[in-house]
């Protein structure tokens, strides 16, 4: 078992449900309140693109480093 390449599978895993959240969000346009303020759609926009990448990144750097 490679520890290195199950840490970031794992968080590769966890970044694309992240991801899915967020992508979830835009479709329902439900709001979200942190504290007082309502953050605006184009936040999770941004954020499904950024966790999106880093979990595809993360799952090629565990297949590279498995072999």
Do not use: E
């Not at 078992?1 to 479709?27: C, D, E």
């Not at 605006?40 to 565990?62: D, H, R």
């Amino acid at each position: 078992m490679n520890s290195p390449a199950t840490g970031l599978k794992l968080s590769a895993i966890f970044f694309a449900i992240f991801a899915l959240v967020h992508l979830y969000r835009l479709v329902k346009q439900f709001d979200v309140v942190v504290g007082s303020h309502r953050p605006p759609l184009c936040v999770s926009v941004v954020a499904l693109i950024v966790a999106g990448a880093l979990s595809i990144w993360m799952w090629k750097l565990s297949s590279r480093s498995a072999t």
